[in-house]
């Protein structure tokens, strides 16, 4: 990969056929070398280059040696590698140097699903199965491919503290989470879903690290004090030093994608990317994935999550836009849940009526440079050049549910005839459609915020932060505590449901949903056809018409 | 002009034939009056609407009363108007309602000079002439355009505290200073440049409001706590409730044109304008001042400073740009001036190249995503779509020639054979040319940093602050002290110089070249020809080629 996109220095361990190279970014250190744990203790030394990259090689003496090491800076401190691709014993200690047995085969890109032909199924790892590992995903998927999805989205598997997280408390980028079962857990299930024709995005997290350790100070201005954002210190994409910065991250997706054949990216939030350069690193990450692609004769989508409700970032180039593939509509859920709940706490406020779902149907946005009341201030733009292909909706989430005062599932919220209508409503939108674990069946175990942190502090302030989250919504009310392993057992899902009473109806219902969806052009996003939408407020009537 | 514009609401006091309108937002305010001092002591009771604008109407029982006013905030405090006319008295006492005679009358827009013709001559009204005023300097309209300037661009006049300031510490945007001749001086001299077919620009402050005397925060959320410029608070632009204070800078541009005749706005700094909206306020900005025009059928340029080097910021809409008219570039200066006085300090260390000034010439960015060392980033974009009718260069400024250790013009750093060079190399570039009052002649006098303010802390701040500036520059050396008189009084230009010696003769080199210029279309923007440059930087040969 090292020469297929110009300028981007691959950082980490990289093993060759006869030799691991070292390459970390550490501009002001004045000494870095690498300390090997394994095979044997010794420390080697590294050279800095112009860039400020401190390089090394060490030579491989057998075959698939366990190779562990930490970088030793100024000769005095010693932490993992930034770009660690495996933490065995967590975000502590040391880091192992991967040495898979083959790069993946790239398949036969033109057999995998087009971005506007994706029904996503967004799961987490953890609680998708009673094990939480990649592994026991894999008899489920042939399950799922029988539903109908054809992509399924993995929250974020970057190593965080503790067993237990959704992932967006990832330290380590390049790291898979080891007890998911690690990157050879994940290649594994990459491999089963390409074999089955099933895509897989990968949520990543470019706009924060956790809180917990994060060493990536220690070796260079990876954060800036110039913005903050609601998770912590923000990454330097456009203060002194931040070209580098970018190499990191924009190698970090060419890494997801040359090493395990990922197909598409979810960028966590890009609101809280904080950039006021010329060209800006979102930007930067969507033209070097297409001069990537371009050299490899490959396909890959960057799929964005964003509040800003700016369409620009989903805009060709032509257009002034960034280019990036497609965003995460929130509007379509808003105005949705706003409706069938009857919600009107937080920013549920700006939503309720069929007015606003008729214009999330015709447009995606809804706040479209209108006033919001939640947001006090006139909020987001026409999406007037965006075709439906580039929206992903859906009517829950991890965030929808998962950021819930009790994680209640809609099967809590509405009854069993209105999951089926959700169900319609979401998959006849001729957007993309996205489910959430367990929503096809009707779950009812809650989907709740867990952490799983070493310092006692720290849990403490991440219950009392999820607190003030919630007073927006819910007042004072006590709400389940995220820092216990009940709270992560409790939001295991129970798959086998899906056979049984209700549950195996409404599972039925979204398979007839994702076929009928199949068979008629008209409803898929290729079309890109507004449906003329008919309602009436009073009446409680809607109704949308493709023609 | 209250129906001009839709949806911008006129604030502050507002005369019609027998009334007076006050309006001023206070969305949090219980209680609102006008406390008014003259014509009679009395207290008017207000009316808050829904956006959180207070109205109140005072009838005027004779004609041109002097009417003077504070705003009594939750019957506790009192406060000039955010929105004042004049400051009769300075930064922290009474309001004064101004009624003009007439309102301007729009003369015929044709006859004015269009922005790529513009030959632009900024001036500090303090230091101009030694009254310090715009009546001062109307007596030497007439030579300037002998000159071969066809419009004078104003620093800014918006009240700031004590008689002294480069106006970058206004408070009251819609009040011009009272020191200068207030708004009564400013039509006279504006009335005066448009029957000599000379337009105005004038500079405006939209990103930060100085430290004394700002009270706005005592109405309403003007500031925001998301982001720090240099100079203070960050505006609120984009956070809650910043759609009332878009209107109140909006409604400020518009007021310029309409009460003023103000032809082009300078928008200072607009990189400190944080801004993360879909829709940005300079976006809207220039939409609402293209509204205007299109109504009144009349011509309006907004020109920005910004060290982005984005040039979506003057691309047109249909590019996916912001479509502001012109902006100043930077870039021409530093190359032109590294190179020629040899200086490599501060920003100067990207510049001093022959190779650098080649590029100025070609596309105004030099920096256009080149690495910069100074900034230790990657920085700018290329303005493949820009005119050079919208880039606007010089060989000196207020700021390139003031922020200086000790306020040096080029005449002081320089030979008189390169001053005649320089002029050449600025007016025959193929950009809009901008020359900062005395270059014409050589002026030897500097151009210092001053401020007036009454808090002693605030003058020690300023002093402290200025040195810190200009540590990058020139480390712990002393320089002149921006807090007293007689900084103030050696800046002040001495324009009989013209007429004298070699300065007479600069001034004529000047004037021969705006006239080739005036004569040959091909080293005007119009044109939009990229000069062929041949350099040979060990010969120290430049030269360049409009064909």
Redesign the interface.
Known sequence: MNNLVENIIPVGAIPSSDEIHFTVWGPFLHDCKVHLYEPQETVIPMEKNKRGYWNSVFKITEHHQKITYKYLINEKEEYPDPASRYQPFGVHERSEVIQFDNTQNPQDYSLRPKLEDYVIYELHVGTFTPQGTFEAIIPRIAKLKDLGVNSIEIMPVAQFPGKRNWGYDGVYPFAVQNSYGGPWGLRKLVNHCHQMGIAVILDVVYNHLGPEGNYLSKFGPYFTSK?KTPWGEAINY??????EVRNYFIYNALYWFNEFDIDALRLDAI?AI?D????LFLEELADKVKEYDLKTNQTHFLIVESD?????FI?PKA???YSLHAQWCDDFHHALHAYITGEKNGYYADFGSLAQLAKAYQQGYVMD?C?SSY???????KPQKANRGQLIVFSQNHDQVGNRFRGERLSILVSFEELKIIAALTLFSGFIPLLFMGEEYGEKNPFCYFVDHGDPALLQAVREGRKREFQAFYGDQDGYDPTIEETFKKSIIQWELHQKDKHALLWSVYKECLTLRKKLKILQPLSNISPKVYFNEKEKIFSFLFE
């Open positions: 913005y456009d203060d002194a030093f931040c070209d609101h904080y006021e350069s010329a060209y800003r409700n700016d369409p620009r805009y257009e002034g836009g440079g006033y947001r006090k201030r006139k909020h987001g733009r």
